[in-house]
């Protein structure tokens, strides 16, 4: 801020204050007035009418004037306080700190390569060229030196001012260090020459040409003028300005919050800095408070504007909300570099050997540099984007962070046709690639496959002790039971527009994806969906409601936004459209994985990467006996789960003379009937089993094995029959 802005404005105050503090003592009190007030009003205070104003009702104030309290105590302030990192966050991160090393080994390695190949085309043959110039440079150093050249200025300006005594000084000592310095060099000379002889005549003929290189080389350098250095810089130093809270300031007020443009406009800040603004990775931080009753999102809503107005490109500009602090915090970060010109971020587990997908999979960065995992366990995963954005690339690195866990069972369905996961096939369970009838079936399959897997789980898990599985969850240590087959099981549905709004298997595909989505979080099996056409055909809004972690990279408007990021996160300015075509690919917004909203450039593993992880992953199980299905080769259309038909199967264990049966009965006969798969199964089960299938439960009375009359859950025989005949005519139909 100016100094006679800032006097004006001190100025302002103090003689605002000064009014105050003046206006009760400047007052001349009516003592007779004041007591008749007092009188008027046993319970006088200052907002109170004046006794000839107390017909006319005025509201009444009731704040005090002073406050009661100064505000919360000493012991308080200090356990509200925030406690800085006694390390900071970069010195503890062993990979930032490697990459920083990587950066400046890199750096060094590169000013070396330069100016080596400099050397023999471009510095010596300057130094040649110099060198006589360099000859003529040090004779006249020499000459200087004898006839004490520097001192003759002083001696001149003596001579000017007619000082004879110092004048006379000057010149007997200049002719004193004339007469030794001659004599100096006249003592030298004969070494010199007998040097040059010794070079000329008595050495080889390799120390001659080495002598006559130094010689060419050193003159060379005393040749080089002032301003014409020899060697050129290897590294430019592209100077970002420095973000300063005046910046910032004149930014915030152009962006057209009309808060904080008037605040300006009076001389204000309009905002306030609760932080100084720091280095943050590659950028500044400034940590604002906005003015009251503005938030975040009406920031970033207008990122563009405030970009124009710190005078960077979008995609260096980030205002944040600050999850641990009020609404009106906002976190600018402005990076020195536009996320979109980071080139392929490189995954963190490109070279690793294993992975633990309890930990997650590493993602990408934001656009602080800062790596982003995306959760697996317990949650399902919903990517969208326009086409070409960088959706497959992002299921990719999913699924090899999952490939690289040799207890996660793998099941890819591709249906592009495009051959995107190919690599992964010799690691997965159950793998199709094609956009054809046939490959959408088995995609249609898998996802009817994992809803009676989903099913066999549900009671494997009741049956499991409550000390290995207390939150009914699965864990590593039961993931890596293999008896008990309840391993991590992560299915990816990339173009899963394809399955969705196939006219005959996308429907049933839908209502298994919701089923799936729903129940299987907690028991281990993962939906990885992509799609390019979010709008409800294609996207059941069962599936879309209900996934937990959401990726949306660059989408035409809002529906399709709203549709993959959740209801309203548009309107809370989680705006996926703000990202440019191509330039932002692999660039979206990452929704679940962190307490707030993020932007995220994902990692890019292209096929020959892909295929080296998939190795691998490959190697790995084949050491811990965990392949399966596709991957040993097992026939593709073979169904990966237990091979039975449900209904048949009930059909099988209700003879036809009982009309109405028991749930319960039916769980225990069908567990008779196979206990591989129906083991542990309740009544419970039977009823969600058998409700896609359109035949509900209803009261059935009946008789207990004690004898007992009661009337228990249960189903009717003939909805049944009506349900598999009329599964069979949709069949024969088809
Ligand atoms: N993380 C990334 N970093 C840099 N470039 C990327 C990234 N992800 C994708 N791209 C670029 O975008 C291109 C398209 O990526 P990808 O095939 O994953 O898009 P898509 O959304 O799946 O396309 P489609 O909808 O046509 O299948 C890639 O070839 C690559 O050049």
């Given amino acids: 801020m100016p100094e006679e802005e800032l006097f004006r404005r001190l100025e302002a105050e103090l003689s605002a204050d000064s009014s105050e503090l003046l206006e009760p003592t400047t007052e001349v009190i009516n003592l007779g007035k004041a007591r008749a007030a007092r009188s008027a009003k046993p319970e006088a205070g200052t907002d109170e009418p004046a006794p000839n104003e107390a017909d006319e009702p005025r509201p009444r104030l009731v704040d005090q004037r002073t406050p009661a309290h100064a505000g919360p105590g000493l012991i308080d302030r200090i356990k509200n306080s925030k406690r800085m990192d006694v390390i900071p966050a970069w010195a503890k991160s062993a990979s930032e700190f490697k990459d920083a090393m990587k950066w400046l080994a890199g750096h060094v390695w590169h000013s070396i390569a330069f100016h080596a190949v400099r050397v023999p085309f471009l510095y010596v043959p300057k130094l040649v060229w110099r060198s006589p110039r360099g000859v003529a440079n040090t004779l006249g150093q020499i000459t200087r030196w004898v006839s004490d050249a520097e001192s003759e200025p002083l001696r001149r300006a003596e001579a000017r001012r007619e000082d004879t005594d110092r004048y006379l000084k000057l010149s007997r000592q200049r002719d004193r260090r004339a007469v030794w310095r001659g004599m100096l060099l006249t003592f030298a000379m004969p070494f010199v020459a007998a040097a040059a002889l010794y070079l000329a005549f008595g050495t080889s003929f390799g120390a001659q040409l080495l002598a006559l290189a130094l010689a060419v080389l050193g003159f060379g350098v005393k040749g080089a003028p002032a301003d014409a250095p020899l060697a050129t810089r290897a590294v430019i130093k592209t100077e970002v300005q420095k973000l300063t809270s005046d910046i910032v300031v004149k930014a915030m007020a152009s962006i057209g919050i009309g808060q904080i443009t008037s605040a300006v406009a009076k001389g204000g800040d309009g905002i306030k800095f609760v932080a100084p ?409 039977v009823t969600s089993a058998l409700k896609p299938h359109g035949i509900r439960t209803t009261g059935v009375a009946g008789m207990t094995d004690d004898g007992a009359r009661t009337t228990r859950r249960g189903i009717v025989r003939a909805d049944l029959t009506n349900a598999i005949a009329e599964r069979d005519g949709t069949r024969d139909a088809a």
């Fill in 277 to 685: 603004i720091t280095r943050e990775g590659p950028g500044w931080r400034a940590d604002i408070d906005l003015p009251l009753g503005v938030t975040v999102a009406d920031v970033a809503d207008r990122r563009a504007r405030l970009a124009s107005g710190l005078r960077r490109p979008l995609g260096c500009v980030w205002p944040e909300a600050d999850p641990t602090e009020h609404e009106g915090r906002l976190i600018l970060w402005v990076g020195d570099r536009d996320l979109s010109k980071t080139g392929y971020v490189k995954w963190q587990l490109a070279s690793a050997r294993r992975h633990d997908i309890f930990k997650g999979a590493p993602f990408g960065i934001d656009p602080r540099g800062r790596n982003q995992v995306v959760p697996l366990i317990q949650h399902n995963v919903l990517i969208g984007s326009l086409p070409g954005q960088g959706k497959t690339a992002s299921v990719r690195v999913i699924a090899s962070a999952a490939a690289l866990d040799a207890s996660v069972e793998l099941w890819l369905h591709e249906n592009k046709g495009t051959g995107d996961l190919d690599a992964l096939k010799c690691v997965s369970h159950r793998f199709v690639s094609g956009i054809d009838d046939d490959s959408i079936r088995y995609a249609a399959d898998s996802l009817r496959l994992l809803r009676e897997e989903v099913m066999r789980r549900a009671a494997a898990m009741k049956k499991l002790p409550r000390d290995l599985c207390p939150d009914k969850r699965i864990t590593r240590e039961i993931a890596n039971k293999r008896s008990l087959k309840l391993w991590p099981l992560l299915a990816v549905f990339d173009e899963c527009q394809n399955l969705f709004a196939h006219p005959e298997y996308g429907k049933q595909a839908g209502e298994d994806a919701e089923f799936v989505i729903k129940l299987g979080r907690a028991l281990g099996v993962i939906l990885v969906l992509a799609t390019q056409r979010p709008d409800k055909d294609s996207l059941p809004t069962g599936v879309s409601g209900n996934v937990s972690i959401r990726f949306c990279l660059r989408v035409a408007g809002q529906v399709e936004n709203d549709m993959i990021l959740g209801t309203s996160a548009y309107k809370n300015g989680t705006r996926a459209t703000a990202f440019r075509p191509e330039g932002d690919a692999g660039n979206g917004y990452l929704v679940g994985a962190t307490a707030l909203p993020t932007v995220v450039r994902t990692a890019y593993l292209d096929d020959p990467a892909t295929d080296a992880i998939a190795q691998r992953a490959l190697a790995l199980r084949k050491a811990e006996h965990t392949l399966s299905g596709i991957a040993l080769g097992e026939e593709g259309e073979t169904p990966a789960g237990p091979s039975y038909d449900l209904l048949a199967d009930v059909a099988a264990v209700v003879p036809v003379s009982e009309e109405r049966v028991w749930n319960e009965r039916i769980a225990s006969r069908l567990a008779e009937l196979r206990p591989e798969v129906y083991g542990g199964w309740k009544g419970e089960n």
